[in-house]
């Protein structure tokens, strides 16, 4: 049945129908209704024990009206849509069968906002504290990235114990203050497994949202540290997960003359090392104003709430380059390499993709006046575009030298057009709450009108 078809009051009525008509067919043969019979919903009964006999047809109108409610106030994507459905399950049933109100426009509306309300009060600011395998240096000691804040551990304990104390005295009896102890206790040593740690906080969503919202959020501030830091030194930065202290592996084998070698290896899981004073980077000019407009983009991630097209288009392409930064096979490290190319530099109608990717990446690293260098590098995109076209076509075998050599100069493409888009756009542009489609690719074309004047004021004045 199509109920986007139907008002909200027709969904009802029909809803309600089809529990009087499934309820007649299991009466009759309640064998014939096993395969219509919803398996993992039930509306309450009205008398407040057991519930209604739900097939998947009302189960699905009532998921209709979630849908509806979500859109009143933008939650689609804030809240669960589990919890809701099993709320408004029991307001229809409160409000038109045991209160027996009319099922009119009126008490329809009103039962959609009254759902939407209670979804939205749900809805709060969390902090999720994750495990980083990060440096084993202190230094800098912590990186304010915005909603996210990565810290030595000894930072992260002073703020965990803080929270600790109040989560225990919110134990009302012996036995529970025991089993929060023993959960506080093996959170601890499981942090305690790594020196770094990330606070990752979203706003805008419920508590069954904000878990996967904020692990999102971290990995995208991750991805951002790559190429603020430089991929090549950070491909094993990621969020923790095993509390493993080494990684020790073995192996061995058999030469031609029969005798056996065996070999071992050793590496920590936790941290990764940088050379003495790499944080010192941190503080120059270029990368304090990089940082800020990294903050901006990710309080897009972090506030569900907000609509900031540039910059959510701006973490699709960092997430896949945060992807190919963190995989270790060189093939699939070209197709998301030049993924996230694609991402920022496709917009607007295009009729040959190759070509614009190219044009659009020389346009936007453009360095001199000097045409011949614009050619140079648009010859440069458009090899490393091939390649991965001749990967994701077959035409190409992964093992292929050309993709082992291929490898660095897509890193590098991507790593470069990141930096320069999210210079170009700017904080205005990232903030920007309405930003088309259109007018992204119009501001590709007044770059593109650009680079040709200055072209074109070269080959005069040559």
């Given amino acids: 049945m199509e109920w986007s078809e139907k008002n909200t009051t027709e969904v009802i009525e029909l809803l309600f129908q089809e529990l009087v008509d499934f309820a007649k067919r299991a009466s009759a043969d309640f064998k014939s209704i096993r395969d219509d019979r919803a398996l993992w919903y039930e509306l309450p009964h009205p008398s407040g024990s057991g519930s209604l006999l739900t097939s998947k047809v009302a189960s699905a109108a009532v998921d209709e ?141 419920d508590e069954k ?107 699709d392409a960092a997430r896949w380059f945060g992807e190919a930064v963190r995989d270790r096979q060189s093939f699939s490290k070209i197709v998301k390499f030049i993924t996230a190319i694609e991402r920022l530099v496709i917009a607007g109608k295009i009729e040959d993709i190759s070509e614009t990717v190219a044009t659009r990446v020389a346009d936007l690293t453009l360095e001199s006046d000097d045409r011949g260098d614009w050619e140079k590098k648009r010859a440069i995109v458009k090899k490393a575009y091939g390649l991965r076209s001749n990967l994701v076509h077959g035409s190409v075998s992964p093992f292929a030298d050309d993709v082992l050599r291929g490898v660095s100069a897509a890193g590098d493409l991507s790593e470069e057009v990141l930096y320069t888009v999210l210079h170009r756009i700017r904080k205005d542009g990232l903030v920007a709450p309405d930003v088309s489609e259109r007018e992204y690719a119009q501001w590709y074309d007044g770059i593109r009108n650009w680079v040709q004047e200055i072209h074109a004021r070269t080959a005069e004045g040559g």
């Fill in 65 to 205: 009206l979630v849908a509806r409610a979500l859109r009143l106030r933008n939650l689609e994507a804030r809240v669960s849509h589990g919890d809701l459905k099993k709320e408004l399950g029991q307001g229809l049933v409160q409000r038109f069968l045991s209160e027996k109100r009319p099922i009119d426009k009126r008490e329809a509306d009103r039962l959609l906002s009254w759902a939407a309300k209670r979804a939205e009060g749900r809805c709060g600011e969390f902090t999720y504290f994750y495990p980083v395998r990060f440096t084993f240096q202190e230094e800098p000691g912590e990186i304010d990235l915005g909603p996210v804040r990565l810290a030595w551990l000894r930072k992260f304990h002073s703020s965990l114990f803080a929270y600790g104390r109040a989560y225990l005295r919110e134990c009302t009896d012996e036995k529970s203050l025991k089993w929060a102890r023993d959960q506080l206790r093996d959170a601890l040593e499981y942090y305690k497994s790594y020196k770094w740690f990330a606070a990752a906080t979203v706003k805008g969503c």
């Fill in 209 to 315: 949202r904000a878990e996967e919202a904020a692990h999102d959020l971290l990995t995208s501030a991750l991805d951002c540290l790559y190429f603020l830091i430089g991929r090549k030194g950070t491909y094993r930065v990621e969020i923790g997960r095993f509390k493993l202290a080494n990684d020790v592996r073995a192996l061995a084998w058999i030469k031609p003359n029969g005798s056996m070698t065996v070999q071992t290896s050793r590496g920590s899981l936790d941290a990764m090392g940088f050379r003495d004073g790499w944080s010192e980077d941190l503080s120059r000019a270029d990368v304090l104003e990089t940082l800020d407009l990294i903050r901006t983009v990710l309080e897009a991630k972090a506030d569900l709430r907000l609509r900031r097209p540039l910059a959510s288009r701006f973490l």
